[in-house]
């Protein structure tokens, strides 16, 4: 998507590793946030940045953190990757019409 | 009961009907709606934003609020097959402030 962009696309894991994800913006947006995205529970929020080294807690944010050291950057970090944590991960930042535009996601798996 | 529900489906059309999407609500205080498309293996893409009562139309589409019944819906005329993709409704506002909470979805299929 044009102006945010998430890395990796793809990444399996073995259950115990730490993993990080990265969102990144060109869009100079404040706000940036991360989503899971898992069958019959759509969107959840996990984490999200409202600036620079500022930060807070989704509803479903236990086993997660997040980092926001550039306006730009904004990295999710599983400490110990369990198997509940297979998910398609989605970063948005505030898009057009008040709604958000989003990466393209990442698919983790955790074997 | 889940903050923002939708009819999973799939809701299947045949091309060029009416497909009619629908999303409840529980939080009475909230004021922002909008309408996603996602595309099997893509992200969701906004397609529509309401925010006040009655009918918001763009091209084919017509969202339409409800306020007092808690009732958020989409009207996609003249579907299409690429008009195939889960419909996500989503609100913010009220306790939840500015947080967007999504529902599950609605699988649509327009049959060519």
């Known amino acids: 998507d044009a102006g945010i962009t998430q890395s990796p696309r793809h990444k399996v894991t073995e259950t115990g590793t730490p993993v990080t994800l990265r969102c990144h913006q060109t869009?100079?947006?404040?706000?940036m946030y991360w989503y899971r995205q898992d069958p019959g529970h759509g969107l959840r929020l996990i984490h999200y940045?409202?600036?620079?080294?500022?930060?807070d807690k989704g509803e479903v944010s236990d086993g997660y953190s997040v980092s926001r050291s550039k306006t730009e950057d904004f990295l999710l970090t599983l400490e110990s990757a369990t198997s509940s944590q297979t998910s398609v991960y989605f970063c948005?930042?505030?898009?057009?019409?008040?709604?958000?535009?989003f990466g393209s996601g990442t698919r983790l798996t955790v074997v | 009961q889940k903050e923002v529900e939708q009819n999973s489906g799939p809701l299947s059309v045949p091309e060029g009907a009416i497909a009619s999407l629908n999303c409840t609500y529980s939080?009475?205080?909230?004021?922002?709606f909008f309408w996603y498309r996602q595309y099997s293996g893509k992200s969701p893409e906004l397609i529509m934003s309401?925010?006040?009562?009655g009918d918001k139309e763009d091209g084919r589409f017509t969202a339409q609020l409800n306020k007092a019944s808690q009732y958020v819906s989409l009207l996609i005329r003249d579907s299409q097959p690429s008009d195939s993709a889960t419909y996500l409704c989503?609100?913010?506002?009220?306790?939840?402030?500015?947080?967007?909470?999504f529902g599950a979805g609605t699988r649509l299929f327009v049959k060519a």
């Open positions: 948005a930042i505030s898009g057009g019409q008040g709604g958000y535009t």
């Open positions: 869009e100079n947006h404040r706000y």
């Open positions: 940045s409202y600036g620079v080294k500022d930060t």
């Open positions: 939080d009475r205080g909230s004021q922002s």
């Open positions: 309401i925010y006040s009562n």
């Open positions: 989503a609100v913010t506002g009220g306790t939840g402030g500015f947080k967007t909470i």
